[in-house]
């Protein structure tokens, strides 16, 4: 199933960004979006996706950065200490079994602190329990459920307290980002990565003095540069500034976890629950104990909602000033100040808003995006701007080119300038410059900068649109045109004593074939030579004087949408012609197959002599008797093993096919004369099987499958089979040089295949074949599609479930949930069960239908949902619009 990265920002990454507990070390799974049944091949394309997510994410102004960058950060810890293994399934299965047994072991810890702390009350509030529940990130809500249950406890309405602010603002915020990156909650880990637990209290508290600082900034200098070695150095720089102004890092340490247990204090959370908050933050439990029982009853003394006001605007979270400054008092001293300040970044926020507006109106698009990066900066929780950023279409690609390949186009282009990690493309194709992305046919949809449209009406003007997306509207399109007119193919000349022969393969859109004949010289334009009587597979003509070579200029000729003929470029045939048969074999064609590793066959032809038998003859030693000389029939059979098949006799040639044992050896023809005995010794052919290629891979993306392999040393070419469940195979041949520099990639149908590689080497004499490589090329996941659609009356209960397919599909099963409250059930078990189909047959443009009604008693908002169930990897496409009842 395709990665669906909205849905990864919406369920993962946003949960975790308020979650400050911070990430979960063993939940790995869920973080990088892994699932049990990707293969090798599918997690590396999965892990690339998502880690250049990351990457493009982490320097963001959303409220997600901050979470991808701590996601990309520990991503290269486990990288540099894991390797290859991330790459392989059976590595995801243990770290998934490790989850569940580590959630287990949280679930029932959880539930015994709840009833140590709350057990005599009986109760927690909604408040306390999602604050404590943050520190455990490795429990889902499921398994927060049961930890209340198991504790007797009842869950309230949580009640809602304000949050403490920190110390000296400017150095100790930018000091909180770094940690925040590293991943470490008190300065203690950024001086000691391994120190946890440790002490702050005492003689024997942890060192943090200026002598430690300064050695451990010479430690990380001396480190491999990464992304996490950069930001542990900044993080010593401001410590290191910080001691030599004489801030005390032992108290400054302390301050940090005290800041944590008072935001949870501020939250209701009882002195006995605070305690595993502190010495998760690093603190020994004996510390740990003294500094809860010595917080104060207030949240944050030293904090005023004046300065909570300006710390969010600094944060870039502008709306949520503007709701703290509601509520600021009116005799405030800084409130005129404040409301100035908050109302001119507000009304620079509009300003960039309509200029956003405007450039994209414009065709602006990389301005309208940069103009909205800047507004988010200023209120990054503005949600409104976050989506309009996300929906904004890109500019459109560039260079985009076309040209004529077999019978179809292949399609060029370079990425729009966009920040944006995954960039989708939709070609169309229409009799006019299509304006939208649905305007004509589409021709492909992918990632990719390139595609080939297999099947476009000859002799016709064609336009081509290619409309880039990065998840919201499609951009503006860039228009190629271009005209198709196919040649004909595999062009084939037999000679006969007295005729000559020749079939090709026309388009079958093709009003006809011309040709014309030359004698001695290859025709110089379509108008040269006499005509030739022919049809649209091919022509027969006599010899002539048996000497003088025909050449045939063979043109196809089609008709416009106005009826004129369009002619083909010229396709030439030769015919080469000799005098008399050859007294005796000169030379071998040949080329050998590879059967398996321990077989080939070796394929034989040679003009037939005028008189005597030939013998061909395998050996391992060249003959010790030069081409051309008379040997004794004894001697002939002294040498070698003659190739002993049935003969087919066709025009001037004679045909052997054989089978031989795998190697290399030497090929002799001799032409046996019985009345002397005695044999002409013909011209020496070495053959041999081809090494095969290595490491063969087949990656399938949408219409086409991208084929790789590691290249034999010696081989520079290679013959590529593709094979349908139905339908004649596809063969392609292509060199090194070609295969380094446009890859291989080949259109397959929704069914899948095979596709198979074999070697190809071309010596003087023929063409030898390594033993194919296959691999099988997957069929394309079933697209489900579904619509809710109220029927009856503005207040009626009863709905119209519409689901429809793009590909036949058997054994369907769906389960239509109903879950009430602002968040949109990911799994079945979050709603309430409307109804359950199984063994459904779904055919395409012929959507199924079922009517039902809602239950009653469920408390708007509401969410309907239909979740796919079987079969397992469909890709399903949810209304959204539809989905949500308020």
Not at 695 to 723: K, Y
Not at 819 to 846: F, I, K, N, W, Y
Request: hydrophobic share 40%; aromatic share 4%; charged share 25%.
């Amino acid at each position: 199933m395709a990665f669906d990265q909205r849905a990864y920002l919406r369920d993962v990454i946003m949960p975790l960004r308020d979650q400050p507990g911070g990430l979960s070390p063993t939940d790995l799974a869920r973080h990088y979006a892994v699932t049990p049944d990707m293969s090798s091949t599918q997690l590396r394309e999965h892990l690339t996706t998502i880690r250049r997510l990351w990457n493009q994410r982490s320097g963001g102004v959303d409220a997600g950065a901050r979470v991808c960058a701590q996601l990309f950060s520990r991503d290269e810890q486990l990288r540099a200490e894991h390797g290859e293994d991330m790459f392989e399934p059976r590595w995801w299965r243990e770290r998934i079994e490790e989850h569940d047994r580590g959630s287990r072991a949280e679930s029932e810890r959880f539930a015994r602190d709840l009833a140590r702390a709350y057990g005599a009350l009986g109760r927690i509030t909604q408040g306390q329990l999602k604050e404590i529940a943050g520190h455990w990130p490795g429990l889902d809500p499921g398994q927060v459920d049961e930890a209340v249950r198991r504790a007797g406890l009842a869950v309230v309405d949580p009640v809602e307290l304000p949050t403490g602010s920190g110390m000296e603002r400017t150095a100790y915020r930018a000091l909180v980002r770094l940690q925040d990156l590293i991943g470490v909650p008190t300065v203690v880990q950024v001086v000691h990565p391994d120190g946890a637990p440790f002490r702050l209290l005492g003689p024997d508290a942890v060192a943090l003095d200026a002598a430690t600082v300064r050695a451990r900034a010479e430690e990380a200098n001396r480190l491999a540069d990464t992304t996490a070695v950069r930001t542990r150095k900044e993080a010593l720089g401001l410590l290191e500034r910080a001691v030599s102004d004489g801030v005390d890092l032992r108290a400054l340490a302390v301050f940090q976890v005290v800041e944590r247990l008072r935001a949870g204090r501020a939250r209701g959370i009882a002195d006995g629950m605070l305690v595993p908050i502190a010495t998760d933050a690093g603190l020994a439990q004996g510390d740990a104990q003294s500094v809860v029982a010595s917080l104060p009853v207030d949240a944050d003394p030293e904090a005023s909602p004046a300065d909570r006001i300006r710390d969010l605007v600094a944060d870039g979270r502008l709306l949520a000033a503007r709701q703290a400054l509601a509520v600021l008092p009116a005799d405030d001293p800084h409130r005129d100040e404040l409301r100035g300040q908050v109302d001119a970044l507000l009304g620079e926020v509009e300003a960039l808003r309509r200029a956003a507006d405007e450039a994209a109106r414009t065709e602006r698009e990389e301005e309208a995006a940069r103009l909205l990066r800047s507004a988010l900066r200023i209120a990054g929780d503005d949600d409104g701007l976050a989506d309009r950023l996300g929906a904004l279409a890109p500019p459109p690609p560039r260079d985009l080119s076309a040209r004529a390949v077999d019978t179809g186009v292949r399609l060029t282009w370079t990425a729009p300038p966009t920040p944006a990690a995954e960039v989708r493309y939709r070609v169309v194709r229409a009799d006019r410059p299509p304006r939208s992305s649905a305007d004509g046919e589409v021709v492909a949809e992918g990632p990719l900068t390139e595609a080939t449209d297999g099947a476009p009406p000859p002799a016709r003007p064609l336009h081509y649109g290619v409309f880039a997306s990065t998840g919201g509207d499609w951009s503006r399109p860039a228009t190629v045109r271009t005209l198709v007119v196919p040649p004909v193919v595999a062009v084939q000349v037999w000679v006969r004593p007295d005729e000559i022969s020749c079939a090709w393969r026309a388009h079958p859109a093709a009003a006809g074939v011309r040709v014309r004949r030359t004698l001695g010289r290859p025709p110089v334009s379509p108008q040269d030579g006499e005509p030739v009587a022919a049809g649209r597979t091919g022509l027969s003509d006599d010899t002539g004087d048996g000497r003088t070579d025909r050449y045939y200029g063979i043109v196809t000729v089609y008709r416009d949408e106005h009826g004129e003929e369009v002619a083909s470029p010229l396709v030439v045939a030769h015919a080469a012609l000799r005098d008399t048969a050859p007294p005796h074999v000169e030379r071998l064609r040949a080329h050998v197959t590879a059967v398996d590793a321990q077989t080939a066959t070796v394929h034989l032809a040679w003009l037939t002599p005028t008189g005597g038998t030939v013998s061909v003859r395998r050996s391992e030693l060249p003959p010790s008797w030069s081409a051309g000389a008379r040997i004794r029939r004894e001697e002939l059979e002294g040498y070698g093993e003659a190739l002993v098949s049935d003969r087919l006799e066709q025009g001037a040639e004679t045909l052997l096919e054989v089978t031989v044992p795998s190697g290399r050896f030497v090929y002799v023809p001799f032409t046996v004369d019985a009345a002397t005995g005695t044999a002409v010794v013909g011209e020496p052919v070495l053959l041999g099987v081809t090494e095969p290629v290595r490491q063969l891979v087949a990656r399938r993306t949408g219409d086409e499958v991208n084929v790789a392999w590691v290249w034999p040393s010696s081989v520079n070419l290679a013959e590529v089979t593709f094979t349908a469940p139905h339908g004649p195979p596809v063969v392609r041949r292509l060199t090194r040089g070609q295969f380094t520099e446009s890859g291989c990639r080949i259109p397959v149908p929704s069914a899948g295949g095979r596709v198979s590689v074999r070697t190809v080497e071309r010596g003087p004499a023929g063409e030898t074949f390594s033993v194919p490589e296959s691999v099988p090329v997957d069929r394309v996941p079933v697209a489900i599609g579904y619509h809710l659609q109220r029927t009856g009356g503005p207040f009626s209960r009863k709905r119209l479930l519409s689901v429809d397919v793009d590909q036949p599909c058997e054994g369907v099963e769906l389960i239509l949930v109903a879950a009430s409250g602002l968040a949109m059930p990911v799994r079945p078990e979050q709603g309430t069960v409307v109804a359950r189909v199984t063994g459904l047959c779904l055919q395409p443009d012929a959507p199924w239908q079922m009517p039902f009604a809602m239950p009653s008693g469920l408390a708007r908002p509401y969410w309907l949902r239909c979740f796919v169930i079987q079969p397992s990897g469909a890709r399903v496409t949810d209304p959204i619009h539809e989905m949500k009842v308020s």
